[in-house]
Each structure stands twice: as C-alpha cells, then as structure tokens.
C-alpha cells in the first residue's frame, strides 16, 4: 500500500499506530522526535506523515511548517496527531499546514477513514 511516516514520542501510540497501518499492508517508518521525522521524510519521501503536535525539543506544527516549506516534501500529506481537541485547534493545525488531524486517543475506524482518504 503507501510508504507512511509516523512521529511519535510516545512508545504506547506508536506501538499502536504501527500495528493499525501495518494490519492495512502499509510500510511504517518511525520517529520520536521532530528533528529525526523531518530528516526521514527528506531521505524516505513518505506518502504520508502522521505528526504528533506535542514533541520533545521541536513541537510537530513547527516541524510540519518546515516540510511545507520544503520542496522536496511539501506534496507530502501530513496529519496531526494530537489530544488537543480544543476549540481553534483545528485552525491552528490547518494554518501550519496540516491536511486533516486525529484526535487521540486514537479511535480505529475513525484512524483508519482519515489515513485512507489520504493515501
């Protein structure tokens, strides 16, 4: 299926992340920092990055800013993993260049809908 870049800092959410896509045939690459998905995404040129929005070090809005802004990565569809499901929130993650969000904790099929329309 699609080649999917998931940054994650959470061992639980990974674990999870990786098993829901690997049972739909995708191929998972992992980061847990923002420094290290964003240098994965330049060397693997995923389909798609499935970025957690709070990162140790650099916060994954700041990172998705700088994928868009890259040409060798801005085609790239990212969305947002985040527990923040507050108002504005949406807005915020759309004006940094995020595709669509998923809030956490992680529901299968809504994960599974999102991933879809983007691959």
Do not use: W
Request: aromatic content about 2%; some cysteine.
């Amino acid at each position: 299926m699609a080649r999917i870049l998931v940054i994650e800092d959470n061992a639980a959410n990974m674990k999870l992340t990786a098993l829901l896509l690997q049972r739909e045939g995708h191929e998972v690459i992992e980061a847990t920092d923002a420094e290290e998905g964003i240098r994965l995404a330049r060397e693997r040129l995923p389909k798609l990055i499935l970025m957690d929005v709070q990162l140790p070090g650099m916060d994954g809005l700041t990172a998705t800013r700088l994928l868009k802004r890259d040409a060798a990565t801005s085609k790239i569809k990212i969305v947002a993993l985040t527990a923040l499901a507050m108002r504005g929130d949406r807005e915020r993650m759309e004006a940094a260049g995020c595709d669509d969000y998923i809030a956490k904790p992680i529901r299968y099929r809504e994960f599974l809908k999102v991933v879809g329309k983007m691959v």
